[in-house]
T-cell receptor, first 115, second 115 residues
Framework: NAGVTQTPKFRVLKTGQSMTLLCAQD?????MYWYRQDPGMGLRLIHY???????AKGEVPDGYNVSRLKKQNFLLGLESAAPSQTSVYFC??????????????FGQGTRLTVV | AQKITQTQPGMFVQEKEAVTLDCTYD???????LFWYKQPSSGEMIFLIY????DEQNATEGRYSLNFQKARKSANLVISASQLGDSAMYFC????????????WGAGTKLIIKP
């Protein structure tokens, strides 16, 4: 009954360090997404994937890279962390596009602080 | 221009009263979907309800209903008989048919239920 699992849940990075956030889903979803959530704002899409081996940029892709080598995993990388990347990161997955309206399922979030 | 607008940053409601959370949207697509999510203080994103643009009836899920007024481009969430556990952030989101599966989010409304 795992759903969408994100690791780690918390992380503190120094400016310039790199890290990878892992998202794993066990629902056989085609589509996966990485969002960031900042105070006073809705979620903003960083990158997304519509299937294994494919990725695309979202609204705020700069400073991030992603990979989807396996259908169940979607990795988000920060090559050189900056304080502006301090945020809560959410991974999500979903079955399909409109008009079926299937909702996205979310992970628990990763709270990242860059000092 | 904002595609999803939630005009109420915060609301206080007495327990057991009904509450309406406002959401207006902007799209030129004919096919789109509207979602409401709840985010309690623990941080997870919980799907509440979905309304498709072609759905003729307002969506309902238990105590949640969506007051969909297509001509006004509004999709307000109504919570009947509010409970203390309803205290949370509530987000409205939209997915357009031509959006490459992206969800566009409002800034959220913080709802506090008073005992």
């Amino acid at each position: 009954n795992a759903g969408v699992t994100q690791t780690p849940k918390f992380r503190v990075l120094k400016t310039g360090q790199s890290m990878t956030l892992l998202c794993a889903q066990d629902m056989n979803h085609e589509y996966m997404y990485w969002y960031r959530q900042d105070p006073g704002m809705g979620l903003r899409l960083i990158h997304y994937s519509v299937g294994e081996g494919t990725t695309a940029k979202g609204e705020v892709p700069d400073g991030y890279n992603v990979s989807r080598l396996k259908k169940q995993n979607f990795l988000l990388g920060l090559e050189s962390a900056a304080p502006s990347q301090t945020s809560v990161y959410f991974c999500a997955s979903s079955y399909s596009r409109l008009p079926t309206g299937t909702e996205a399922f979310f992970g628990q979030g990763t709270r990242l602080t860059v000092v | 221009a904002q595609k999803i607008t939630q005009t109420q940053p915060g609301m206080f409601v007495q327990e057991k009263e009904a509450v309406t959370l406002d959401c207006t949207y902007d799209t030129s697509d004919q096919s789109y979907g509207l979602f409401w999510y709840k985010q309690p203080s623990s941080g997870e994103m919980i799907f509440l309800i979905y309304q498709g643009s072609y759905d003729e009836q307002n969506a309902t899920e238990g105590r949640y209903s969506l007051n969909f007024q297509k001509a006004r481009k509004s999709a307000n969430l109504v919570i009947s008989a509010s409970q203390l556990g309803d205290s949370a952030m509530y987000f409205c989101a939209m997915r357009e048919a031509d959006s490459n599966y992206q969800l566009i989010w409002g800034a959220g409304t913080k709802l506090i239920i008073k005992p």
